[in-house]
T-cell receptor, first 116, second 117 residues
């Protein structure tokens, strides 16, 4: 149990376009989902926390207008990178916490974004 | 501010040897402690976690970790390493996650494990 999927696993786009990444909890309901960014050979940096039905909470330094997060249901959160630029190229990972769960986050497999 | 330190960036061991990966966290009340493993290009898999109770916790794949409050440590161990254990390992902490809140995971820098045959 506690499987989280992400789609797409890899995406290449042109500079200036927008890219949407989906994060789904497949076998549980997730009140809270998290979005992380990981640069090569570095640890994960939390970008934002999203709770179902409410606005996401962004970490300091993360542009909310650039990284749009929607958590419309208990099994789906989306991250949209708007007007992507090469510096947005990174590995994006989501995680989800169960409804009434034990403070444990379950991670998706990640999405590799390359902006040309 | 809360922090997690993994002092070893890269560790190399021979297959069959024992392993200990170090993790220290900054002091905080009621830390929730986790170890995750990440294979190249993949997400993170939970190995084990400590919330309370017995300070020696067992996880998947034969891993265990011991919480030592006096040393602010949560070191990961395995008695005999397999080649498939080669990956990057992250220690993480959540503080102040009261009630049903998930709190924020703070990750260490990660330790890359290489296993020689």
């Amino acid at each position: 149990g506690a499987v989280v999927s992400q789609h797409p696993s890899r995406v290449i786009c042109k500079s200036g376009t927008s890219v949407k990444i989906e994060c789904r909890s497949l076998d549980f309901q997730a009140t809270t989902m998290f979005w992380y960014r990981q640069f090569p050979k570095q640890s994960l940096m939390l970008m934002a926390t999203s709770n179902e039905g409410s606005k996401a909470t962004y970490e300091q330094g993360v542009e909310k207008d650039k990284f749009l997060i929607n958590h419309a249901s208990l099994t789906l959160s989306t991250l949209t990178v708007t007007s992507a630029h090469p510096e947005d190229s990174s590995f994006y990972i989501c995680s989800a916490g169960r409804v009434g769960g034990s403070k444990t986050q379950y991670f998706g497999p990640g999405t590799r974004l390359l902006v040309l | 501010a809360q922090s997690v330190t993994q002092p070893d960036i890269h560790i190399t061991v021979s297959e069959g040897a024992s392993l200990e990966l170090r993790c220290n966290y900054s002091y905080g009340a009621t830390p929730y402690l986790f170890w995750y493993v990440q294979s190249p290009g993949q997400g993170l898999q939970l190995l084990l976690k400590y919330f309370s109770g017995d300070t020696l916790v067992q996880g998947i794949k034969g891993f265990e970790a011991e919480f030592k409050r006096s040393q602010s440590s949560f070191n990961l161990r395995k008695p005999s390493v397999h080649w498939s254990d080669a990956a990057e390992y992250f220690c993480a902490v959540v503080y102040n996650a009261g009630g049903t809140s998930y709190g924020k995971l703070t990750f260490g820098q990660g330790t890359i494990l290489t296993v020689h045959p």
